[in-house]
């Protein structure tokens, strides 16, 4: 068995998942996930969280091989969700004298799913662990997904472990480090990643990214998808702009349709947004596309126009839910339209309007709303949203 060795004596021991569908139950994975975890052999050994329990088996084979009969001394717990924390309590019956490294708020976690409560170290912000060759520093990132998520800088050879942080849907394809791959597609999942999994805590990764300046970084292990090298930069900066809320010119046009007149008056906003100079334009009918990446592209493009017909006096249930991801995730900042139709009486416009005024967005254009199929007589007024956008989002 031969694991990569991703700097001197650091060597790459997680595992990727081709087989679950969806993460957290909730988001497509169309090409998999990795969850990444880290081996550290110097004086002493310290691996960098574990993996999903579905892979325990398999990532506890490679541990052993890599140790070779050595005693494993440290786990550092970066983060305690299950897809890292899972394999926690079967590698501490494999390593019973293993000394589990966290904070105090990890602790509490840690008893409640895996009842281990014994064997810890409890670290705090700017403490350091000495493993001989390497000195390890941690710093608190709470919130960069969960409350009790920690990074961990080894200041020998500055390298970041920085938990869900920079990381990304996608399976590992053999290379590991992003200098040994065409890395594209794993920066645009990032955007994904980023806006459904840790789109909620702006502040928090602000706070964490202005931690981490102290620090030369020379390499990422994040726990999904690349080991990032050659493009922390532009790693650092995408968490700069998506924490901050800051988009890109474009517009997001999201609908749902029962009998096909919202979406016709999609259609028409969309040729005049064109007409009118956007080049970015997402088209999503939210019974076709995932919410995933509807959300991926509302964090990405400033411009925003929802589509709904009027369902029992109320919003179409899909763009309800729709509403509810973008207001959990608190997006700031956001160009707003709407537009809809309805059968025999109007209500989703209307409540639409009520959902940006919560969120505290620019409403661009006057709301359009069409009785039964009366595309042609709101034609104009369509036409008139995308043009008002278009002006605000064209660059
Ligand atoms: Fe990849 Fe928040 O766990």
């Given at each position: 068995?031969?694991?990569?060795?991703?700097?001197?004596?650091?060597?790459?021991?997680?595992?990727?998942?081709?087989?679950?569908?969806l993460f957290e139950?909730l988001w497509p994975l169309p090409?998999?996930?990795?969850?990444?975890?880290?081996?550290?052999?110097?004086?002493?050994?310290?691996?960098?969280?574990?993996?999903?329990?579905?892979?325990?088996?398999?990532?506890?084979?490679?541990?052993?091989?890599?140790?070779?009969?050595?005693?494993?001394?440290?786990?550092?717990?970066?983060?305690?969700?299950?897809?890292?924390?899972?394999?926690?309590?079967?590698?501490?019956?494999?390593?019973?004298?293993?000394?589990?490294?966290?904070?105090?708020?990890?602790?509490?976690?840690?008893?409640?799913?895996?009842?281990?409560?014994?064997?810890?170290?409890?670290?705090?912000?700017?403490?350091?662990?000495?493993?001989?060759?390497?000195?390890?520093?941690?710093?608190?990132?709470?919130?960069?997904h969960?409350?009790?998520?920690?990074?961990?800088?080894?200041?020998?050879?500055?390298?970041?472990?920085?938990?869900?942080?920079?990381?990304t849907f996608?399976?590992?394809?053999?290379?590991?480090?992003?200098?040994?791959?065409?890395?594209?597609?794993?920066?645009q999942d990032s955007i994904r990643y980023y806006s459904n999994i840790v789109g909620k805590y702006g502040?928090?990764?602000?706070?964490?990214?202005?931690?981490?300046?102290?620090?030369?970084?020379?390499?990422?292990?994040?726990?999904?998808?690349?080991?990032?090298?050659?493009?922390?930069?532009?790693?650092?900066?995408l968490?700069?702009?998506l924490s901050?809320y800051?988009a890109e010119?474009g517009v997001t046009i999201a609908y749902g349709?029962?009998?096909?007149?919202?979406?016709?008056?999609?259609?028409?906003?969309?040729?005049?947004?064109?007409?009118?100079?956007?080049?970015?334009?997402a088209m999503h009918n939210t019974?076709k596309s995932h919410a995933s990446y509807i959300l991926s592209d509302i964090f990405r493009y400033r411009g925003l126009i929802i589509?709904?017909?009027?369902?029992?006096?109320?919003?179409?249930?899909d763009i309800e839910s729709l509403l509810s991801k973008i207001e959990i995730r608190e997006v700031k900042n956001r160009?707003f339209?709407?537009?809809?139709?309805?059968?025999?009486?109007?209500?989703?416009?209307?409540?639409?309007?009520?959902f940006?005024?919560?969120m505290?967005w620019?409403?661009?254009?006057?709301?359009?709303?069409?009785?039964?199929?009366?595309?042609?007589?709101?034609?104009?007024?369509?036409?008139?949203?995308?043009?008002?956008?278009?002006?605000?989002?064209?660059?």
């Open positions: 068995m031969k694991s990569k060795e991703i700097a001197k004596d650091l060597f790459y021991v997680g595992v990727n998942d081709r087989q679950k569908s139950n090409a998999g996930v990795s969850y990444n975890s880290y081996l550290m052999i110097d004086q002493k050994t310290a691996l960098f969280d574990t993996v999903d329990i579905c892979y325990a088996d398999i990532f506890l084979k490679k541990i052993a091989a890599l140790l070779d009969g050595r005693k494993l001394d440290y786990l550092i717990v970066n983060h305690m969700e299950p897809d890292h924390s899972g394999s926690i309590r079967m590698l501490k019956e494999q390593y019973p004298d293993l000394k589990i490294v966290g904070n105090a708020q990890t602790f509490k976690m840690l008893e409640g799913f895996h009842g281990i409560a014994e064997g810890l170290h409890e670290v705090k912000e700017g403490d350091t662990l000495d493993l001989g060759r390497r000195k390890l520093q941690f710093l608190m990132a709470p919130m960069v969960w409350p009790e998520v920690m990074f961990t800088i080894d200041l020998t050879d500055h390298i970041l472990f920085s938990a869900d942080a920079f990381g996608g399976a590992l394809s053999g290379n590991v480090i992003d200098t040994e791959m065409n890395a594209d597609a794993f920066i502040n928090p990764v602000q706070r964490a990214l202005k931690k981490v300046k102290d620090f030369e970084i020379s390499t990422i292990c994040t726990l999904h998808g690349p080991v990032w090298r050659e493009r922390i930069p532009e790693m650092l900066s968490y700069e702009r901050r800051e010119d349709s029962m009998y096909g007149n919202t979406e016709q008056m999609a259609e028409a906003i969309a040729l005049s947004l064109s007409e009118h100079g956007v080049r970015n334009i019974l589509g709904s017909p009027t369902y029992s006096n109320q919003i179409y249930p160009y339209g709407c537009f809809g139709s309805f059968s025999w009486a109007g209500a989703a416009v209307k409540r639409m309007g009520a940006a005024e919560r505290n620019e409403t661009v254009g006057a709301p359009v709303e069409q009785r039964q199929g009366t595309i042609a007589e709101r034609f104009d007024d369509c036409w008139a949203l995308g043009a008002a956008m278009a002006g605000k989002v064209a660059g």
